[in-house]
């Protein structure tokens, strides 16, 4: 996805360029005001240094496969086999597919990155007919072979052997950083010996750009100031909200105060805000949720006279919408305007849930348990929300146990990428039961750099999906 | 595209290598021309005010965005920013130098629809190629954050935009 959506983006937003007249306005801005430099820039691009993989891949013996699944494996089979390439060195590999004239059609590509250069890399593509006959073909193929075949990791071109060479360089790059994962609360000269140690292990290859010696602190976020508004002035708009809308105190801690000043028309007034809380607030985690809401509860704003505290104004953003008259307390999600009619009941699922988005560390929804997930989501599906996106549940009788699910899944990743125990067992699991195509588990892995997922059918553990993602190189 | 001149300070080189790519971040963190180009003007004059403290070896792009990013995120606080209705449709995109060039747009609006927070990450991940660690860092949170925010915003796409980038 990296390079696709980044070179979408930039095609898509090219219209929207920096000018001359931008340059100018900013080098206005700072005019007497030049600072001495005290440190030497960096000149260069920062490469991206993820590596994406994207992958699907080939399943393992005595799992059952998806039609797509097998598409897939197939496409890895066949260029593994046809170019000596080995399964692992494809986590390295974007995958994307098609179809044409019938056949599909699998591709094999590389995002830049200090590891791997897309020029030298290449591109596979393989074909595979509707009689599942499948043909493999390299960018690089015209090109004499004795290019690459040195495994020299200078070359232009990169076959499998420069390929194997980086593999190699790319897992002890990983390795290093799991035994250095403090490195940067050292010393700032035994931080520049370590990375000079991994320099070496990784030649000819660049160090990562990250890999350098600096201190870990970082400036703190701004924040803005808030405005301090007088208790009778908050009074007033209070009382004003509470007439007009039938807002109180309980349902207005679904939203922050935000007040200032306006005093453009020479009469002073205080504008108070009422905003749905904030999308940036890390306790609210669900993205599902959050977006959806502020949507709805919309922006309420009073405006006060300073000089008598009269209100001058009262408005609602979302006034006009769908009202709320139609909806219960089992479909009021559907209403387009979370009006004081609505709000007790948003008020009751947010409770409902709160202990158990407290059982979690912060803005970690991942990691709930398959019990809470679909106590959860119940509850939304409870209040009329979409079931397609509130889909988690609770196993059905006959279907695979988590416990099952999650041997399942390991075993699918080890095989697909050959994995070992060992090369596992960073990786932390975790289960969601959805109730997506009549029971879907999906196993989610995590690790220090890396992550990926196994989709696996409920009720016989067909493999629909494994794709793992060891594109996170980094310190983290 | 406009021919800049010749940098000639740390500035205008930053602004010349960093300028479009930057003003198009911005843009997909805010869907709004005029804000977006405010806070690529306003990323550089801070950039400029703090240039003595980028220490040597830390990658200016990550430091140009943790600025970006801050500088987003102040005005998405903003009231009258949160009472426009932001949602973006293929129109809202900003006209293209070359329209022949222009490739389908669903996958890029279905990454705009993402929810603030995880398309932050997607977008400084997959448009600016900043690696998790960095991305932790300049946006101040547990490397283990951006990675369920990254997790679930690819989660999401991957319903959206099976048969795009996502069928693999």
Redesign the interface.
């Known amino acids: 996805m990296n390079e696709r959506f980044h070179d979408d983006a930039d095609r898509l937003l090219n219209g929207l360029a920096w000018t001359r007249q931008d340059t100018q306005a900013v080098l206005a801005a700072t005019k007497g005001e030049r600072p001495e430099m005290k440190k030497k820039i960096r000149a260069g691009l920062v490469l991206a240094v993820s590596l994406l993989l994207v992958a699907a891949v080939a399943l393992a013996i005595g799992l059952s496969k998806s039609p797509e699944y097998a598409v897939l494996e197939k496409a890895r089979q066949t260029v593994c086999e046809q170019y000596g390439l080995k399964p692992e060195w494809l986590t390295m590999f974007n995958t994307t597919t098609g179809r044409v004239a019938g056949k599909q059609i699998v591709l094999f590509d590389v995002t830049s990155s200090t590891f791997v250069q897309p020029d030298a890399v290449g591109k596979y593509t393989v074909t595979i007919a509707a009689d599942r006959q499948a043909t493999a073909s390299w960018s690089h193929d015209n090109v004499d072979p004795s290019l690459w075949q040195n495994a020299d990791l200078t070359a232009s071109v990169w076959g499998a052997p420069q390929l194997e060479q980086m593999f190699a360089r790319y897992t002890a790059y990983r390795t290093w950083w799991a035994e250095h994962e403090n490195v940067y609360e050292l010393p700032l000269a035994q931080q520049t010996a370590l990375f000079a140690e991994l320099q070496q292990t990784l030649a000819p290859l660049a160090l990562p750009p990250e890999c350098s010696a600096r201190t870990g602190d970082t400036a703190p976020l701004a924040t803005p100031t808030p405005v301090p508004v007088p208790a009778a002035a908050l009074t007033a708009a209070k009382e004003a909200l509470s007439a007009k809308y039938a807002l109180n105190d309980d349902m207005l801690s679904l939203f922050t105060l935000n007040a200032s000043v306006d005093s453009s028309d020479g009469q002073p007034v205080w504008i108070v805000a009422y905003n749905p809380v904030d999308y940036d607030n890390p306790g609210e985690a669900d993205w599902r949720w959050l977006d959806f809401l502020s949507k709805r509860l919309g922006n309420y704003q009073v405006q006060v006279r300073q000089s008598d505290n009269t209100v001058v104004q009262v408005q609602w953003s979302l006034e006009g919408e769908k009202g709320s008259d139609t909806y219960t307390e089992n479909n009021w999600a559907q209403a387009d305007a979370y009006d004081a009619r609505i709000l007790p009941w948003v008020l009751s699922l947010l409770r409902a849930n709160a202990p158990i988005i407290a059982r979690y560390p912060e803005d970690q929804t991942e990691w709930f348990s398959v019990q809470d997930a679909a106590a959860y989501d119940q509850a939304f599906r409870d209040a009329g929300f979409n079931a397609n996106v509130y889909n988690h549940g609770l196993p059905q009788p006959g279907d695979l146990t988590q416990e099952q699910a999650l041997q399942c899944a390991q075993q699918a990743m080890r095989e697909a990428y050959s994995l070992t125990d060992e090369q596992l067992k960073p990786y932390t699991l975790t289960a969601s039961y959805l109730l997506d195509q009549g029971g879907t588990w999906q196993i989610s892995f995590y690790s220090g750099d890396g992550m990926g997922n196994v989709d696996l059918r409920a009720a016989d553990g067909e493999v629909q999906t494994v794709q793992l993602d060891s594109g996170v190189i980094g310190n983290g | 595209?406009?021919v800049?001149?010749q940098p000639e300070s740390?500035?205008?080189?930053l602004?010349?290598?960093y300028?479009?790519?930057?003003?198009?971040t911005c843009?997909?963190m805010l869907n709004d021309?005029d804000l977006?180009?405010d806070a690529?003007?306003e990323t550089?004059?801070k950039a400029?005010?703090a240039?003595?403290?980028?220490?040597?070896?830390?990658?200016?792009?990550?430091w140009l965005m943790?600025i970006a990013v801050?500088v987003c995120?102040?005005m998405?606080?903003g009231?009258w920013f949160?009472?426009i209705?932001r949602r973006i449709t293929p129109d809202d995109?900003?006209?293209?130098?070359?329209e022949d060039?222009?490739?389908d747009?669903t996958?890029?609006l279905a990454?705009m629809s993402?929810?603030?927070?995880?398309r932050e990450t997607?977008v400084l991940?997959?448009?600016?190629?900043?690696?998790?660690?960095?991305i932790?860092?300049?946006t101040?949170?547990p490397?283990?954050?951006?990675?369920?925010?990254?997790?679930?915003?690819?989660k999401?796409l991957h319903r959206k935009l099976e048969g795009w980038?996502?069928?693999?």
């Open positions: 595209m406009e800049l001149p740390p500035l205008e080189r602004m010349a290598q300028g479009d790519s930057l003003l198009r843009w997909m021309r977006a180009r690529a003007q550089f004059l400029y005010r240039l003595p403290t980028l220490r040597e070896g830390e990658t200016e792009k990550a943790q801050n995120r102040d998405r606080r009231f949160r009472r209705d995109l900003p006209e293209t130098v070359r060039e222009r490739p747009p996958p890029f990454v993402l929810p603030a927070k995880d997607v991940h997959y448009y600016q190629g900043l690696s998790l660690a960095e932790a860092k300049l101040e949170v490397a283990s954050t951006v990675r369920a925010r990254l997790a679930r915003a690819k999401k980038y996502y069928d693999e």
